[in-house]
């Protein structure tokens, strides 16, 4: 049983998107500002937040800006106009992904499901973690594809391992060089380009055609589960 966390100051829209959540067999935390939401989301209790753009005491950009601070939680964002889907989609919110209202309620559920299965493939149990044809060793430091150890260079490992603690998220460049390079590194970002391509050319049947390894553009890289 997944929960999803609805945070919208409208009381008529939470109410019908919670109703027919409710009906495909999701429970529900509603929160109707900002703050609150924040506080939910932050609880651990939700498996997926739906947020909206504008709320009060906190905008829904301050509230997801604040969470992933610490969670990886996957967030839709609800836009009402055309600037704030830009918004999303030029900034690095974060977001998992977006819906743009008026949507159809049929549409927000394969969305969340489609979401929440998304992450829930990387969740990590006895140290290890699996995605796709991937499985991490933690302990070995190791990544196979289909059973067949990968060779990998100690970066490429830190590379992966940065994703799975990031899920479902996009990681900028910087955020890679700060994480992961470190800030005793001096290269500039084009590094961490090169390091994408030649892992890349490591995790995919077809670096040209990457299916796992995946560029924002604009944004960063994420990891396609
Ligand atoms: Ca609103």
Redesign the pocket.
Known sequence: MSTVLIV???KSIVDLISFNLKREGYEILEAYDGQKGLELALSGKADLMLL?V??PLMDGFEVLKKLRETSSLPVIMVTAREEERDKILGLETGADDYITKPFSVKELAARIKANIRRSAGIVTAGGGSEFGPFAIDRLMQTVSKNGKPLELSQREYDIISYFLKNPSRVVSREEFMEKVWGFDYYGDLRAVDVAMRRLREKLEDDPAEPRYLMTKRGAGYYLKI
């Open positions: 919208e100051d409208e909206d504008m709320l």
